[in-house]
């Protein structure tokens, strides 16, 4: 069937679709269905709820937690055992959750279908369930309906439909059913095609019905939305490598340690429980639970910003996040169309104030005017406040008193403008009689008014065609005859405007000496008196250029992506300092010419992308993901969807953004403000370092642990750590101050970095390195204490007390060090966490009660330490952190020194 319908006549239409202004039959109709099906969306491939929650368990980070969940039962540690079962739960119920929320963007799709349609059938007009259409069906519309399905519009009365969440346009299309377009045009151009989903905001029009279900436009999304691919964020990726690297680690240790003990003439089960027990150590089975608080702590955060999560793992992802592809409308703009110039009397006017608060001054260059008291001004505005349907309400947002406009926006643009010029209600001043409505064929709107015994024809309309009705022009407050020079000075200020992407009205009258005289005349819009022009856009959201600036500063570059002109959508990223003087804007009909390789080649030079579809979208995300960038996308429309899932985070309007947006993005600005991303981006950076922080610390305590335990094995010594010592060790040293630096708070120059590379591993800028060395020396001031302990006293027991406190002590020490990746422990003030100062202390205590509470002390085969015995820990505990840390601050003294003898 054919698809370009926009490029045919109605006449054509109803003859390739075999129908008639009358309608199908009733027979013809069940006849359709049985080849098209119904007119609704596919839910696609359904998996069970069950499947669903069982794919949580498949992850290979949490077999191997079961591995330690069985390690732990067997050793008799069922605390141990419960607690890694809950944690597994736990991320089990948080997965399921957000998997079966973020489905439910076709779910939301749905909802944007009509639910009932008026058809005519059999001659006769019906309504019948919107999902009962079929192609060829003669469809009725009339204000406030929504559209149910694809249609080639026959006849239309004045008729605008909003269509800003599938095309991006700002502003209601205005229909047109006689008009010619081109096959190649695109869906924002197709003025005589209305689209499932769209709603009609003025006028009347029958169509035919062109499509249904997922043959429509919005069909088309729900199937992008279910072929986008579900991608993994980068620590997702790391930790399952970590975690297959970490189950290796942990059975090579196992084997060594036996083979070692056995040797040396150690008992195999003895040997057996200690290998076992460095095995549970060397497996950080905290490391899901601490992720998922770290994550959880910091989507706290983020809601006190505004930026509500919805998948936890996107809050990573932010951190590393290359390219940020925004929407214009209701995103970077306000999606609230404004006056800004006026051009009256022979010059220029300026607005202030954005939005629809009716606050805001007239200025003549850098000086304030009073518009009453200019009279081409005042008669401008006086026409745009009173032909004018629109009307200005108040609303509460949030216990803050907000604006809004009824009806057309370019008209709330006009009425809030009057007010700012202190223009009362129409009916006060002028009476309206008569309105002629706007029609695409004159581009004008009239109104036929009477002040006392003053009668007057106000119009507006586009300014090429009033400038050609209108024969005098108000300057100075009198009637001039319209000039040649006067009329290209008008032309001139029209193209100025229009360069700057404004969208221009003009606007006249025409004087009656009663409204009998002014009903009698053939043509109101005729000999009319110019007055002036007003050009009007969708201005950028305030904090926008900021937020982009320190997005750059932080190394992420924003492309702005709209359904929106090219004209216009270059304005604004000019305006927003988006678009460098060398960036490259490309239009969809540009990218239907290329290629996905020719796309790729050029993806990082493009800074602006105007008049796409959804399709392009989408390939405009992949593309710069095959470029290994790491993808934002912003939103709020339908057209939004498909891009938003695929993107490695996408992110939607919380007040402008449409549901089906919402339920396919990853966060939600509650604000609907630019400024909050960065602000995300920000949390997403700390939440990493945090996670980072974690990783090292815990990996730097296992380390130690297995090096104390490894070289006594290797070197023939006694244990020096008890089975059981090991996994208080572990629970203790891993709990508290773990969770703790979850909730570090970001480092100063956080922002000033560049992105990490999303495929850096966990171990990268030197992080290995840093682990090993702390590790290594941890586990050497241990088994040196051990052995001096033992030597000196010839007391097992003491020895290894000496040696499980000099590892406790060593770790928690350690926890300050980790609080800066780059700096250690002297870069940070130790009280600028005070959450980690109670973390350690409570750490301290759960590990003195297994020394001095004396049934502890014998199931932990513990003794009390004396003074000199603790002096001994702490100075040795202290070595592995300072020690390293002052060879660090010294390098960086001797750096400065180095370079200067160079230069």
């Known amino acids: 069937m054919e698809e370009n319908w926009h490029a045919l006549t109605s006449a054509e239409c109803l003859s390739a679709l075999e129908s008639s202004e009358a309608g199908l039959s009733s027979t013809s109709v069940e006849e359709r269905r049985k080849v098209h099906g119904l007119n609704q969306l596919s839910d696609?491939?359904?998996?069970?709820?069950?499947?669903?929650?069982?794919?949580?368990?498949?992850?290979?980070?949490?077999?191997?937690?079961?591995?330690?969940?069985?390690?732990?039962?067997?050793?008799?540690?069922?605390?141990?055992?419960?607690?890694?079962?809950?944690?597994?739960?736990?991320?089990?119920?948080?997965?399921?959750?957000?998997?079966v929320r973020a489905e439910k963007s076709l779910s939301a799709l749905k909802e944007l279908t009509a639910p009932m349609a008026q058809v005519r059938r059999d001659g006769a007009v019906i309504s019948v369930p919107a999902k009962e259409l079929v192609p060829g069906d003669?469809?009725?519309?009339?204000?406030?309906?929504?559209?149910?399905?694809?249609?080639?519009?026959?006849?239309?009365?004045?008729?605008?439909?909003?269509?800003?969440?599938?095309?991006?346009?700002?502003?209601?299309?205005?229909?047109?059913?006689?008009?010619?377009?081109?096959?190649?045009?695109?869906?924002?151009?197709?003025?005589?095609?209305?689209?499932?989903?769209?709603?009609?905001?003025?006028?009347?029009?029958?169509?035919?019905?062109?499509?249904t279900g997922m043959a429509t436009e919005m069909g088309k999304i729900a199937d992008l939305i279910q072929q986008s691919e579900d991608m993994e964020t980068p620590l997702q990726q790391r930790l399952d490598q970590l975690g297959k690297m970490l189950v290796w680690i942990s059975i090579g240790i196992t084997v060594l340690v036996v083979i070692a003990g056995v040797l040396h003439g150690h008992e195999i089960y003895e040997m057996f429980l200690a290998g076992v027990s460095l095995a549970v150590a060397a497996i950080p089975e905290g490391l899901p639970a601490i992720v998922t608080i770290a994550?959880?702590?910091?989507?706290?955060?983020?809601?006190?910003?505004?930026?509500?999560?919805?998948?936890?793992?996107?809050?990573?992802?932010?951190?590393c996040a290359t390219v940020i592809c925004s929407d214009?409308?209701?995103?970077?703009?306000?999606?609230?169309?404004?006056?800004?110039?006026?051009?009256?009397?022979?010059?220029?006017?300026?607005?202030?104030?954005?939005?629809?608060?009716?606050?805001?001054?007239?200025?003549?260059?850098?000086?304030?005017?009073?518009?009453?008291?200019?009279?081409?001004l005042k008669s401008l505005i006086e026409i745009a406040g009173t032909c004018n349907n629109a009307a200005m309400v108040e609303v509460d947002v949030d216990g803050r008193k907000d604006y809004a406009v009824q009806?057309?926006?370019?008209?709330?643009?006009?009425?809030?403008?009057?007010?700012?010029?202190?223009?009362?209600?129409?009916?006060?001043?002028y009476r309206r009689i008569e309105e002629l409505p706007f029609d695409s064929d004159r581009k004008l709107m009239s109104v036929l008014v009477q002040s006392g015994e003053d009668v007057f024809v106000f119009v507006k309309g586009a300014p090429d065609v009033l400038l050609d009705r209108s024969e005098r022009v108000l300057l100075s407050g009198r009637e001039e005859v319209l000039s040649t020079t006067t009329r290209k000075q008008i032309l001139a200020a029209n193209q100025e405007m229009a360069s700057q992407a404004l969208r221009n009205l003009a606007f006249g009258y025409r004087r009656f000496k009663s409204v009998e005289s002014a009903k009698r005349a053939p043509d109101w819009e005729s000999e009319l008196v110019f007055v002036g022009l007003c050009g009007m856009i969708d201005p950028p959201r305030e904090n926008a250029r900021e937020a982009i600036q320190v997005a750059r500063e932080a190394g992420i570059r924003t492309v702005m992506i709209t359904g929106d002109h090219q004209l216009t959508a270059t304005a604004i990223a000019s305006e927003l300092t988006i678009l460098p003087k060398d960036?490259?804007?490309?239009?969809?009909?540009?990218?239907?010419?290329?290629?996905?390789?020719?796309?790729?080649r050029l993806v990082d030079d493009v800074y602006v992308y105007a008049r796409v579809t959804p399709e392009h979208k989408l390939r405009i995300v992949r593309a710069l993901q095959a470029r290994e960038h790491v993808v934002a996308m912003t939103g709020d429309g339908v057209n939004d969807a498909p891009a938003i899932k695929q993107a490695d985070i996408g992110i939607s309007m919380g007040q402008t953004g449409t549901d089906v947006a919402k339920e396919a993005s990853s966060l939600v600005l509650a604000d609907d403000n630019f400024a909050t991303i960065v602000a995300a981006v920000e949390e997403g950076r700390g939440i990493y370092d945090n996670i980072k922080k974690f990783i090292r610390y815990l990996l730097a305590s296992n380390v130690g642990e297995i090096v104390t335990m490894f070289l006594?094995?290797?070197?023939?010594?006694?244990?020096?750590?008890?089975?059981?010592?090991?996994?208080?060790?572990?629970l203790v040293t891993d709990g508290l101050p773990a969770i703790a630096l979850g909730v570090d708070p970001p480092e100063d120059d956080i922002m000033k970095r560049r992105p990490r590379n999303v495929r850096e591993g966990i171990f990268a800028r030197g992080m290995g390195m840093k682990i090993l060395s702390r590790g290594i020396l941890i586990g050497l001031v241990t088994l040196a204490v051990f052995v001096w302990s033992l030597k000196t006293s010839d007391d097992l027991q003491r020895a290894q007390t000496m040696a499980y406190a000099t590892l406790t002590m060593a770790q928690l020490i350690l926890v300050f060090d980790c609080r800066s990746l780059e700096g250690g422990i002297m870069k940070r003030n130790i009280f600028g966490n005070i959450w980690l100062i109670f973390a350690v202390l409570s750490s301290v205590g759960l590990f003195l009660l297994t020394i001095y509470v004396p049934k502890l002390a014998v199931a932990f085969h513990t003794v009390p330490l004396g003074a000199l015995d603790w002096l001994i820990v702490l100075v040795l505990a202290a070595i592995p952190t300072f020690a390293l840390s002052l060879r660090r601050i010294g390098r960086n003294a001797l750096r400065p020194k180095a370079s200067a003898q160079r230069a």
């Open 407 to 429: 009806g057309d926006p370019t008209e709330g643009a006009l009425l809030v403008m009057a007010k700012k010029a202190g223009f009362a209600e129409p009916d006060a001043v």
């Open 138 to 211: 003669i469809v009725l519309l009339e204000d406030g309906d929504r559209v149910p399905a694809d249609g080639r519009i026959l006849k239309a009365t004045v008729f605008d439909v909003e269509e800003s969440a599938l095309t991006g346009e700002s502003v209601p299309a205005s229909k047109d059913p006689s008009a010619k377009i081109d096959v190649e045009s695109n869906l924002g151009d197709r003025v005589n095609m209305v689209y499932m989903g769209t709603m009609v905001t003025r006028g009347k029009a029958e169509m035919v019905v062109t499509a």
């Open 44 to 99: 696609g491939t359904k998996v069970s709820l069950l499947t669903v929650f069982l794919n949580q368990f498949r992850d290979f980070m949490i077999i191997v937690l079961l591995a330690a969940t069985l390690i732990s039962g067997l050793l008799g540690e069922f605390t141990d055992a419960v607690t890694i079962i809950a944690i597994i739960f736990l991320n089990g119920i948080l997965g399921f959750i957000q998997e």
């Open 583 to 600: 960036g490259r804007v490309l239009t969809g009909a540009e990218l239907n010419n290329i290629d996905d390789r020719e796309l790729e």
């Open 295 to 319: 994550l959880a702590l910091g989507v706290q955060r983020m809601i006190r910003r505004n930026a509500i999560v919805r998948k936890l793992p996107s809050v990573e992802t932010l951190g």
């Open 712 to 730: 006594a094995m290797l070197l023939g010594f006694a244990l020096p750590l008890a089975p059981i010592q090991i996994l208080w060790v572990n």
């Open 328 to 376: 214009k409308t209701g995103t970077l703009t306000q999606n609230r169309m404004t006056v800004q110039r006026v051009f009256a009397d022979g010059g220029w006017f300026s607005v202030t104030g954005s939005g629809y608060e009716p606050t805001g001054d007239f200025l003549a260059g850098d000086h304030k005017v009073d518009p009453n008291r200019r009279p081409a």
